[in-house]
């Protein structure tokens, strides 16, 4: 197991079981050489928290959301950018060994890549499962 990833926050929401915080990478972000590549590119981005102890948090409280370790991490980066490279990448090069045109290889390996992120989209249950934010006031 890996160590912790952490992010401050602002909690945005309540709900039944669900907390929103409103984080800013900054610090982390501003030095790193391969920001434009990773798709954490500074800013503010909500997270959804699922935790039984939501009634223990109010809008404006000053929180810490972790990822518990950086096999979890590692993990999402895998499924959401390396994989639908592959496939991309796969499909493009199957499609030149079939002989089919330029642009018909191109659409092809854009439209299975298209399908795999729809096919992700509708398991995502299955990975807030997996991938979990603990959250933390400060």
Known sequence: MGRR???R???ESVAAGVVMVRTERKTACAECHAKGLCGEQGGERLIRVATSEASAFAAGDRVI???ENTTMAFSA???AYIFPL???LAVLFLAHALKFSDGVAA???LGIT???YVVLYTVRRYFERKIKFTI???
Do not use: M, N, R
């Open 5 to 7: 990833i952490e992010h």
């Open 9 to 11: 926050g602002v909690v």
């Open 65 to 67: 959301v972790a990822l």
């Open 77 to 79: 980066i895998l499924w």
């Open 86 to 88: 592959c496939i991309l």
């Open 107 to 109: 659409l092809a390996s």
């Open 114 to 116: 298209a399908l795999y």
């Open 136 to 138: 933390i006031k400060e």
